[in-house]
């Protein structure tokens, strides 16, 4: 998404339309560039069974995108008709109000660009490869798919009310570092996660971070880090949970916020319910 960094964008704006988008122009992928992804979706797919919800292990296998770099044009069929989003090429991040238009309107802004052999591991800024692999499989998702409409909607409004930091720790701690109660234990659904290496198992299985049930306003309360590893996770039981909770019109939870200090990435509130692993 739209979002912090110190260091001058990695990608290239110098053909955007004026919504940002570009041409994914499939043929200038070279060969290592193919190889790398391969390499890159090989690991994280086998590790994903253990961590992740089913809901994107199971789109994952069905969509298969592993054999190399994906041509969006292939996906946009498949995804149009399971729920209408359609991915659109862009060179990077973008200005938030450009972002949250495009999920406002059901359209994934995915990077076209992928990281370097030497950022094989870790990559500061959102890669194809993370956009695609982290983000795209929950876009079949009905219910997942709708909140992140509703989000891009919330987006635009909040723009106007000045709270775009309390919606952004909401898709900070959802869409990218979320976890969810399964039968089968606990499992992720945040992109940030699902596309790392490491943070996989540490978000699921180490002992070390938070895992406090989701609460809505104290989401929007509570600082993250980008740079890290995160301190805390948030827990939700389902995707209706987090449609439903983030349903009501947020502009008197706005209005709240403005009146409280911050919640530091690494504390734990009395009123907190925690999760143990
Ligand atoms: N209900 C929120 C509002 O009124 C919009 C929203 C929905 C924001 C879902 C985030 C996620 O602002
Ligand atoms: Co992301």
Request: glycine share 6%.
């Amino acid at each position: 998404m739209a979002g912090q960094t110190n260091h001058p964008l990695r990608g290239d704006y110098s053909a955007i339309a004026a919504d940002y988008t570009v041409t994914q122009d499939y043929a200038r992928y070279t060969e290592s560039e193919q190889q790398l992804w391969k390499r890159l979706y090989a690991r994280q797919s086998a590790l994903v069974p253990q961590y992740a919800c089913d809901e994107f292990v199971d789109i994952l296998g069905a969509l298969n995108f592993g054999a190399g770099i994906p041509h969006f044009d292939e996906i946009n069929a498949k995804l149009s008709s399971a729920t209408g989003w359609a991915l659109v090429a862009v060179p990077g991040l973008l200005p938030d109000d450009v972002f949250f238009t495009h999920l406002a309107n059901r359209r994934f802004p995915v990077s076209v660009w992928l990281r370097t052999l030497a950022e094989f591991d870790y990559v500061v800024e959102p890669d194809i490869f993370h956009d695609f692999f982290g983000h795209v499989p929950l876009l079949f998702n009905p219910t997942f798919a709708d909140y992140l409409e509703a989000y891009g909607v919330g987006g635009v409004k909040a723009k106007g009310l000045n709270a775009l930091d309390y919606l952004a720790r909401l898709y900070w701690y959802t869409v990218e570092f979320g976890l969810i109660q399964t039968p089968r234990g606990l499992r992720t659904y945040g992109a940030g996660i699902l596309s790392s290496r490491g943070e996989l198992p540490y978000a699921v299985n180490s002992p070390k971070p938070n895992r406090v049930a989701f609460d809505l306003q104290r989401v929007m309360q509570s600082h993250y880090k980008i740079d890290t590893f995160q301190e805390t996770y948030f827990v939700i039981e389902s995707f209706d949970e987090l449609f439903l909770a983030t349903a009501p019109d947020f502009t008197p939870y706005y209005a709240a916020l403005a009146t409280r200090d911050a919640i530091a990435a690494n504390e734990v509130l009395a009123t907190d319910r925690l999760i143990r692993v």
